[in-house]
């Protein structure tokens, strides 16, 4: 069956290191998306693609970068992590359309120390 | 995107119908209507949309008022899994394909 998974599910790290969250769905979908969840502030979009070579900037995004090389991967990169940047991040694709659906993967649990 | 008004919480007992109230007074003839749900600690789970019909599917119904203003989830026969925070997100086609995510609704189904 077709999935989106993410990796690592946890991680901490230090304050100033850079970090890598992944990102891999395998429904061949165009869009993929990167949100963020901290308490108090629900979801909020960091950075999205509408495919190959496409990135775009969500509400979020200092601190933050995307590459899109191929269909299947989103990584998402924190340059130099910082406490701010704590938190639990959720991963997405959906595909083209008029009333296009997200399908969201199991999230990410940050902590930077 | 038109703004949504949700209840923070309601509860439901176990087997019953459970009918998660939305509004969006301001919404526009191009935007459809979304239910999202966030059971603890997972990412969240697309349930249903729709445009102006009313809608089913093997997860719940959606009912969207003549006047499109409000819609209601149900969930026909809730059980303990049920327990989640519901989003309501009415989303514009020209906006975009991010989704915009409120506080939702907790709902908590009990025994």
């Known amino acids: 069956d077709a999935e989106i998974t993410q990796s690592p599910r946890h991680k901490i790290t230090e304050t100033g290191r850079q970090v890598t969250l992944a990102c891999h769905q395998t429904?061949?979908?165009?869009?993929m998306f990167w949100y963020r969840q901290d308490l108090g502030h629900g979801l909020r979009l960091i950075h999205y693609?509408?495919?190959?070579?496409?990135?775009n900037k969500g509400e979020v995004s200092d601190g933050y970068s995307v590459s899109r090389s191929n269909t299947e991967d989103l990584p998402l990169t924190l340059e130099s992590a910082a406490s701010s940047q704590t938190s639990v991040y959720f991963c997405?694709?959906?595909?083209?359309?008029?009333?296009?659906?997200?399908?969201f993967g199991p999230g990410t649990r940050l902590t930077v120390l | 995107d038109a703004k949504t008004t949700q209840p923070p919480s309601m509860d439901c007992a176990e087997g019953r119908a459970a009918n998660l109230p939305c509004n969006h007074s301001?919404?526009?003839?191009?935007?459809?209507v979304y239910w999202y749900r966030q059971i603890h600690s997972q990412g969240p789970q697309y349930i249903i949309h729709?445009?102006?019909n009313n809608e089913t599917n093997e997860m719940a119904s959606l009912i969207i008022t003549e006047d499109r203003k409000s819609s209601t989830l149900i969930l026909p026969h809730a059980t303990l899994r049920d327990t989640a925070v519901y989003y309501c997100?009415?989303?514009?086609?020209?906006?975009?394909?991010?989704?915009?995510f409120g506080k939702g609704t907790s709902l908590l189904v009990t025994p």
């Open positions: 997100i009415v989303r514009a086609l020209i906006s975009g394909y991010a989704l915009n």
């Open positions: 997405a694709s959906s595909d083209s359309g008029l009333a296009n659906t997200q399908y």
């Open positions: 429904w061949n979908h165009n869009n």
């Open positions: 301001t919404i526009s003839g191009n935007e459809y």
């Open positions: 729709g445009l102006k």
């Open positions: 693609s509408y495919g190959v070579q496409d990135t």
